[in-house]
């Protein structure tokens, strides 16, 4: 995993925390994200949430919101490619299981200035929602958020920040791990990164 994976997850999870918990009922896209926005950032800007020792409050807070909104388990899919076809359903739960601990793990430090959103397209149950991201140092960068209708909630996939989805470079960099060593490795990588201390 190189420091490019790294940088762009660092947005793609980040955009995740700013998802409401499933209590709020799912209408069209660019309506689901405007609101989770919202309260994403109220919780960033928390004033009894500033202070060291509640750095894992609010992280587990932020995590805790992830689950309802992204579909980590078509994200792993398509980030994984052919290769997914060929695992067991139990292989695929773990492999699921491990990116998205992984994800999280990388994400923990994103903290945007603003975030304004712009165009929604819907296509059946596919949508894109645009938007640009504001940081720390004034850069704004352009973001299109990739949702899909499941079970009638919208729920995010990808993510294609400054032109380059976030999924298909993870599946660029495990199919380079795979190829130089195995799919093994990937798995023990994924579990190093995601797990370790």
């Known amino acids: 995993m190189n420091k490019q994976i790294h940088r762009i997850s660092l947005s793609l999870l980040g955009a995740y925390c700013l998802i409401v918990a499933s209590t709020i009922e ?26 060291k020792d509640k750095e894992k409050e609010r992280a587990d807070r932020m995590r805790a919101i992830v689950d309802s909104i992204v579909d980590f388990e078509e994200m792993t899919k398509r980030a994984l490619g052919p290769r997914w076809s060929r695992m067991t359903p139990a292989e695929q739960q773990e492999f699921v299981r491990l990116f998205r601990s992984l994800l999280k793990k990388i994400t923990s430090d994103w903290n945007p200035v603003k975030m304004v959103l712009g165009r929604e397209m819907i296509e059946g149950d596919f949508a894109q929602v645009e938007s640009s991201e504001i940081n720390s140092n004034g850069n704004q960068v352009p973001v299109v ?3 899909r209708r499941v079970d009638g909630t919208w ?3 990808d993510e294609v920040i400054g032109n380059v989805s976030v999924v298909n470079n993870f599946r660029a960099q495990f199919g380079r791990v795979i190829s130089k060593s195995s799919f093994e490795e990937l798995t023990k990588l994924l579990r190093e990164k995601g797990e370790g201390k």
Do not use: C, N, V
């Open 26 to 51: 799912a209408g069209e896209p660019l309506d689901l994200m405007q609101s989770t926005m919202d309260r994403g950032l109220q919780l960033f800007k928390d004033p009894t949430l500033q202070s």
């Open 155 to 157: 729920r995010i996939y």
């Open 145 to 147: 958020y990739k949702l």
